[in-house]
């Protein structure tokens, strides 16, 4: 670059740093603190910021809400000896039709809380509203299953299982130091009868010796069972004593200084240009306004993030048109394909059994976000239901990747040189969770046509197994594992997210449609009248009963899935609509029967459209830890009740089959897929036929030219 354009850049990093702080100060209000000392004092900061009154009916509880709550608990009478662990607190969103016709300026619905705690090995769900000040509701064990673990539960019980001297003496065994043994505790999941009756976790263990990566170095074939109410070790299986822990040597990875060969050419830095600033605004805490888009954003323990009131402005009218109420990714089931007495159990519910957003953690600018991002901190509960906040766990952002919105050249014009193009910019909200190994990154990326596309990344570590087996062997025709490092097996698992979509096209009431498309032949028909053999024509099947949008899909036997509203038709008579548009996904292999896919039934089906109902909105049941699949979008689902022409709720299963190989190791690139929800027959014509295009001009301070001035 000459030294005009690198004063050029220069001159427009400030401009834009100037313009960006002004308008954008609560951006580095929430930036990270450098110096580690100055936590508690960013903590403070953050619960002056945080203490705001709530200004939307689905704004999630405030620090200053979540103390009275629990101030409301401590005096209720059943809890007055004692008080519960918290295993959660949240807002209990307000009845729907209430957040349908609130509007800014009116008082808020009644605050209420959703507690669920544990006490005396029994589990209480309650319902606090906060303006009464007192518990309306209280049920005990409502159905099998116990609520999220909470971190502290699991350290302690960490605790216990490194304090036994048996658990000592097999890691000893081992070589290990006590001080080098870290833990993973992988749910229990559930295999039947003797598993009953108890909450407990299976602890299992790592060491760090050598090495900052804290899931290559496996104790391997050391399973400690910990009784979480009673916190005391009720089983060691130790019987992996001859097997090796995996190496230290190239597990590192965090960034130490180490260059990559010299001969690869390293990327410059590289950021999008605003310098108008970003187009869009975050309102109240909570509101997102972008372009046409209009929705509510928020951090949720469980789910991670939660979108709803998605709203999006007509092309024509200007009109805010409704397209979903709520979406969030209601459960993650993470089976691994092992029956070995150590691995069998593995088959996660992550939602439901961690919390996705409990396990969040702090975006890091440039890397996990781009430098023009918003970001937004959680408040959350820890187990004794004091809140805390989680800084930084979502983001939101502009992007511009070089990529295309529509085009067009007349190439058969006598004078056609280019033609109509339009450059494609997307809104995306970012959040990620830590599950343990595994990083999950989940954008909604919303596009000027209309059109939402959610993501899932998969990144972070591989749950290794340890083995003898320092080298493959190429055996064909035999199952094998794959060896990712010596001594080091990536065992092959699969990852399901489920999404809960509860779509409202231009109202509550929609229906979901089946577009099939059946391949017509014309047979024996004389005279002929076309040469064609064959063609396809799409078929339009309204789903009146849950049983019939309950969908596998298929390549040979091909749909679209259209939630439409059947009493807004378009100016040509079409209802309007959104269509669900599957991309690359998988589908689980394992017998219906076996205990964890009765767990994850949910998955069974790709799609499924239920009736909405309050209580139907975590897809693996409301206490999803140790549950038995009594109480899942499977079960409810079975009663195939009515959908057409209903207030309805879409469910999504993404999923992936991981067979993982040496590229994933020590840490994952990131693999990733998503599915959109397309606007169909939702606009009257292409919606963003009258965006602008873009101009030389639009970025004043450098034009192309310095930058194609290599
Ligand atoms: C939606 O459908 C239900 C069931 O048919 C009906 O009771 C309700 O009034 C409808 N709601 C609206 C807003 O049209
Ligand atoms: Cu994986």
Same mark, same amino acid.
């Given at each position: 670059?000459?030294?005009?354009?690198?004063?050029?850049?220069?001159?427009?990093?400030?401009?834009?740093?100037?313009?960006?702080?002004?308008?954008?100060?609560?951006?580095?209000?929430?930036?990270?603190?450098?110096?580690?000392?100055?936590?508690?004092?960013?903590?403070? =900061?953050?619960?002056?910021?945080?203490?705001?009154?709530?200004?939307?009916? *689905?704004?999630?509880?405030?620090?200053?809400?979540?103390?009275?709550?629990?101030?409301?608990?401590?005096?209720?009478?059943?809890?007055?000896?004692?008080?519960?662990?918290?295993?959660?607190?949240? *807002?209990?969103?307000?009845? =729907?039709?209430?957040?349908?016709?609130?509007?800014?300026?009116?008082?808020?619905?009644?605050?209420?809380?959703?507690?669920?705690? +544990? *006490?005396?090995?029994?589990?209480?769900?309650?319902?606090?509203?906060?303006?009464?000040?007192?518990?309306?509701?209280?049920?005990?064990?409502?159905?099998?299953?116990?609520?999220?673990?909470? +971190?502290?539960?699991?350290?302690?019980?960490?605790?216990?299982?490194?304090?036994?001297?048996?658990?000592?003496?097999?890691?000893?065994?081992?070589?290990?130091?006590?001080?080098? @043994?870290?833990?993973?505790?992988?749910?229990?999941?559930?295999? %039947?009868?003797?598993?009953?009756?108890?909450?407990?976790?299976?602890?299992? #263990?790592?060491?760090?010796?050598?090495?900052?990566?804290?899931?290559?170095?496996?104790?391997? %074939?050391?399973?400690?069972?910990?009784?979480?109410? =009673?916190?005391?070790? +009720?089983?060691?299986?130790?019987?992996?004593? %001859?097997?090796?822990?995996?190496?230290?040597?190239?597990?590192?990875?965090?960034?130490?200084?180490?260059?990559?060969?010299?001969?690869?050419?390293?990327?410059?830095?590289?950021?999008?240009?605003?310098?108008?600033?970003?187009?869009?605004?975050?309102?109240?805490?909570?509101?997102?306004?972008?372009?046409?888009?209009?929705?509510?954003?928020?951090?949720?323990?469980?789910?991670?993030?939660?979108?709803?009131?998605?709203?999006?402005?007509?092309?024509?009218?200007?009109?805010?048109?409704?397209?979903?109420? =709520?979406?969030?990714?209601?459960?993650?089931?993470?089976?691994? /394909?092992?029956?070995?007495?150590?691995?069998?159990?593995?088959?996660?519910?992550?939602?439901?059994?961690?919390?996705? %957003?409990?396990?969040?953690?702090?975006?890091?600018?440039?890397?996990?976000?781009?430098?023009?991002?918003?970001?937004?901190?959680?408040?959350?509960?820890?187990?004794?239901?004091?809140?805390?906040?989680?800084?930084?766990?979502?983001?939101?952002?502009?992007?511009?990747?070089?990529?295309?919105?529509?085009?067009?050249?007349?190439?058969? *014009?006598?004078?056609?040189?280019?033609?109509?193009?339009?450059?494609?910019?997307?809104?995306?909200?970012? /959040?990620?969770?830590?599950?343990?190994?595994?990083?999950?990154?989940?954008?909604?990326?919303?596009?000027?046509?209309?059109?939402?596309?959610?993501?899932?990344?998969?990144?972070?570590?591989? /749950?290794?197994?340890?083995?003898?087996?320092?080298?493959?062997?190429?055996?064909?025709?035999?199952?094998?594992?794959?060896?990712?490092?010596?001594?080091?097996?990536?065992?092959?698992?699969?990852?399901?997210?489920?999404?809960?979509?509860?779509?409202?096209?231009?109202?509550?009431?929609?229906?979901?449609?089946?577009?099939?498309?059946?391949?017509?032949?014309?047979?024996?028909?004389?005279?002929?009248?076309?040469?064609?053999?064959?063609?396809?024509?799409?078929?339009?099947?309204?789903? !009146? /009963?849950?049983?019939?949008? !309950?969908?596998?899909?298929?390549?040979?036997?091909?749909?679209?899935?259209?939630?439409?509203?059947?009493?807004?038709?378009?100016?040509?008579?079409?209802?309007?609509?959104?269509? +669900?548009?599957?991309?690359?996904?998988?589908?689980?292999?394992?017998?219906?029967?076996?205990?964890?896919?009765?767990?994850?039934?949910?998955?069974?089906?790709?799609?499924?459209?239920?009736?909405?109902?309050?209580?139907?909105?975590?897809?693996?049941?409301?206490?999803?830890?140790?549950?038995?699949?009594?109480?899942?979008?499977?079960?409810?689902?079975?009663?195939?009740?009515?959908?057409?022409?209903?207030?309805?709720?879409?469910?999504?299963?993404?999923?992936?089959?991981?067979?993982?190989?040496?590229?994933?190791?020590?840490?994952?690139?990131?693999?990733?897929?998503?599915?959109?929800?397309?606007?169909?027959?939702?606009?009257?014509?292409?919606?963003?036929?009258?965006?602008?295009?873009?101009? @030389?001009?639009?970025?004043?301070?450098?034009?192309?030219?310095?930058?194609?001035? #290599?």
């Amino acid at each position: 670059m000459d030294k005009l354009s690198s004063l050029c850049f220069l001159i427009l990093s400030i401009v834009t740093v100037l313009v960006v702080s002004r308008l954008w100060f609560p951006i580095f209000v929430n930036l990270p603190p450098e110096d580690m000392n100055d936590e508690k004092q960013s903590f403070e =900061k953050h619960i002056s910021l945080m203490s705001k009154a709530p200004h939307h009916p *689905l704004d999630p509880l405030t620090v200053q809400e979540i103390n009275k709550v629990r101030d409301i608990l401590s005096s209720y009478e059943p809890f007055s000896n004692s008080f519960p662990t918290i295993h959660s607190l949240a *807002l209990e969103e307000p009845d =729907k039709s209430l957040v349908l016709s609130w509007e800014f300026g009116d008082p808020l619905p009644p605050r209420r809380a959703a507690v669920v705690g +544990i *006490l005396h090995e029994q589990v209480h769900v309650l319902s606090i509203d906060l303006e009464l000040h007192r518990v309306i509701r209280h049920t005990a064990n409502p159905t099998r299953g116990y609520p999220m673990i909470t +971190i502290e539960e699991l350290l302690s019980a960490f605790d216990v299982a490194l304090a036994n001297s048996n658990v000592q003496k097999s890691i000893l065994a081992r070589g290990v130091k006590l001080k080098d @043994v870290k833990f993973l505790s992988p749910s229990p999941g559930w295999f %039947g009868k003797e598993e009953e009756g108890r909450r407990f976790a299976k602890l299992q #263990f790592y060491t760090l010796q050598g090495t900052s990566n804290y899931y290559m170095r496996p104790i391997e %074939g050391l399973t400690v069972t910990v009784d979480l109410n =009673k916190q005391e070790v +009720i089983k060691i299986a130790d019987t992996g004593k %001859g097997i090796p822990i995996p190496r230290s040597a190239n597990t590192d990875y965090i960034y130490n200084g180490e260059k990559e060969p010299p001969e690869i050419k390293q990327i410059n830095p590289i950021s999008i240009e605003q310098p108008k600033g970003p187009s869009f605004t975050v309102e109240n805490g909570h509101i997102v306004k972008w372009g046409r888009w209009e929705f509510h954003i928020k951090p949720d323990q469980r789910a991670g993030m939660v979108i709803s009131r998605v709203m999006v402005r007509d092309s024509e009218t200007g009109e805010l048109r409704n397209v979903m109420y =709520k979406g969030f990714p209601s459960e993650l089931y993470v089976p691994y /394909m092992d029956f070995d007495e150590h691995w069998y159990f593995k088959t996660y519910m992550d939602a439901g059994e961690y919390g996705l %957003g409990l396990l969040s953690t702090s975006l890091v600018p440039l890397n996990d976000c781009p430098r023009n991002s918003y970001y937004m901190d959680g408040v959350f509960v820890d187990g004794n239901g004091k809140p805390y906040v989680q800084e930084n766990i979502i983001c939101v952002f502009e992007r511009y990747a070089g990529d295309i919105s529509w085009r067009h050249t007349d190439t058969l *014009l006598p004078n056609a040189k280019s033609g109509e193009a339009r450059q494609k910019v997307t809104l995306v909200a970012r /959040m990620t969770s830590t599950l343990g190994n595994y990083d999950y990154i989940i954008d909604w990326e919303f596009q000027t046509d209309g059109l939402i596309r959610v993501e899932v990344g998969l990144s972070g570590m591989l /749950m290794i197994k340890a083995t003898p087996k320092e080298y493959t062997e190429n055996k064909d025709n035999e199952g094998f594992e794959p060896l990712v490092s010596e001594n080091a097996i990536g065992v092959v698992h699969d990852h399901y997210i489920t999404f809960y979509l509860d779509m409202d096209v231009d109202g509550v009431n929609n229906s979901f449609v089946n577009i099939d498309l059946v391949k017509e032949e014309q047979v024996n028909k004389s005279p002929k009248s076309s040469p064609r053999k064959s063609i396809y024509k799409p078929y339009k099947k309204v789903a !009146k /009963m849950e049983d019939e949008a !309950k969908i596998i899909l298929s390549l040979v036997d091909p749909s679209e899935f259209h939630v439409v509203n059947p009493t807004k038709l378009s100016r040509l008579g079409n209802p309007s609509g959104y269509k +669900i548009v599957p991309t690359a996904t998988a589908a689980s292999l394992l017998d219906l029967d076996d205990p964890p896919q009765i767990r994850s039934a949910f998955t069974n089906n790709q799609i499924w459209v239920t009736p909405y109902n309050k209580n139907e909105q975590w897809a693996g049941g409301f206490l999803a830890y140790q549950s038995r699949g009594d109480d899942t979008l499977a079960t409810w689902s079975q009663r195939n009740r009515p959908i057409e022409n209903r207030d309805i709720v879409l469910w999504y299963t993404l999923g992936f089959h991981h067979v993982p190989c040496q590229e994933d190791f020590p840490v994952m690139p990131i693999v990733s897929s998503s599915f959109d929800l397309k606007p169909v027959n939702f606009f009257d014509r292409n919606p963003i036929l009258r965006a602008a295009p873009a101009f @030389v001009d639009d970025l004043p301070v450098c034009n192309v030219r310095s930058s194609l001035n #290599f």
